[in-house]
């Protein structure tokens, strides 16, 4: 009886002909379309760039798009006017501001839909490795000039005749090794945070490397020249300090090119990434503990180990302008790292520990 029961509600037979309700299919909800998403109006800016000097207007930019930046704003600007090249360009909020980077976008500068930006002319621009290159290659030739005492710098008696004072031998691979560091170092290690320099600049570095490598090579290469006073103790001890800080000058600026991603030495694709320098497993830079740039603390220590070396008056008016300019630099980025980062380690000198 169960399974007849079963079967008869199962199998319900049409009555009249028509289906019970039970029996018709439920019918299918019909797809709805996906709502088209409305594209937000794009407010596109309107850029007018003045001559910093006159006020003229030099050009006038339509339907700049907002996320533009200062660096394609000024790749616009070149194509009206080919002899600004962007890397020659100073764009500036005001006449008398300061220059904006070209990292900037435009609509996060206060500025509205109708933006007027001040040109400077920065000159002639030449890019740093080339700077670099001319200013140590002429040092490291000069010096060796001066060694080989090429004719009409000393008596002509002394004509490529050598010194009979092994430390002058000496002093001169220690500066043709320095200098040869700092060229491979130009063109194999440092990542440029600027891709170019006022040309003006390249006049104002040589004078000073090369003037003072030839004045240094005249009196430590000087048929008349006497070793220091200690001898070869004074010697020794001022080369193990010499390489010591050759080695560590070039771990920090190891250290220093692994905190930016590979670029090129061009203003516009060149590395701009900042970060905070830390001490790594290579114990030369575990001076970052105590210093914001320990790259000019071994340089001052070469160069004081090279004074050492040859106690020679130039070279130590050297060593003294030499760390003058660099406790500059030093100040300025120590500054700028304690402005970019809250975290920046509070215990850090500028160049000197706990001094300076």
């Not at 850029?47 to 798009?65: M, S, Y």
């Not at 500068?109 to 621009?125: E, I, K, M, S, W």
């Not at 010697?235 to 771990?251: D, E, H, K, T, V």
């Not at 809250?342 to 850090?348: E, F, G, I, S």
Request: aromatic share 14%; hydrophobic share 40%; net charge positive.
């Amino acid at each position: 009886m169960d399974a007849l029961a079963l079967e008869a509600t199962s199998t319900k037979k049409p009555v009249n002909g028509v289906p019970s309700p039970s029996s018709v299919p439920a019918p299918t909800p019909a797809k709805r379309k996906p709502a088209k998403k409305t594209k937000k109006a794009v407010v596109f800016f309107e850029v007018e760039i003045l001559d910093g000097k006159t006020k003229d207007k030099l050009c006038f930019l339509d339907k700049v798009e907002p996320n533009a930046t200062i660096g394609e704003i000024k790749s616009m600007f070149h194509k009206s006017h080919p002899q600004w090249y962007p890397a020659r360009q100073s764009i500036r909020l005001d006449a008398k501001g300061k220059s904006l980077k070209d990292e900037d976008v435009l609509q996060h500068l206060p500025v509205g839909t109708t933006a007027t930006f001040y040109f400077r002319d920065l000159g002639a621009q030449i890019s740093w490795v080339t700077v670099f290159l001319t200013e140590y290659t002429g040092p490291l030739v000069l010096y060796l000039m001066f060694y080989f005492r090429v004719p009409l710098i000393y008596a002509s008696k002394y004509d490529f005749s050598t010194s009979k004072h092994w430390v002058v031998h000496l002093a001169c691979m220690c500066h043709s090794f320095h200098f040869l560091k700092r060229l491979l170092e130009t063109l194999f290690v440092h990542r440029f945070s600027h891709g170019t320099m006022p040309l003006r600049n390249i006049f104002k570095n040589c004078t000073y490397y090369w003037g003072f490598a030839a004045w240094m090579a005249y009196y430590i290469n000087h048929p008349l020249y006497t070793p220091p006073i200690y001898g070869e103790q004074q010697i020794r001890l001022a080369l193990i300090l010499f390489l010591f800080c050759q080695i560590g000058n070039f771990s920090i600026h190891i250290a220093l090119r692994n905190l930016r991603p590979p670029g090129t030495n061009n203003c516009n694709t060149c590395s701009k990434t900042r970060k905070i320098p830390y001490p790594t497993k290579n114990p030369f830079t575990w001076i970052f503990v105590l210093v914001s740039c320990p790259n000019y603390t071994y340089e001052l220590g070469s160069w004081l180990g090279f004074t050492l070396m040859t106690q020679c008056l130039p070279v130590a008016f050297f060593t003294l302008v030499g760390f003058i300019q660099m406790t500059v630099w030093a100040k300025g980025k120590h500054r700028s790292y304690l402005k970019e980062f809250r975290d920046y380690p509070p215990l850090r000198s500028p160049i000197l520990p706990f001094i300076l």
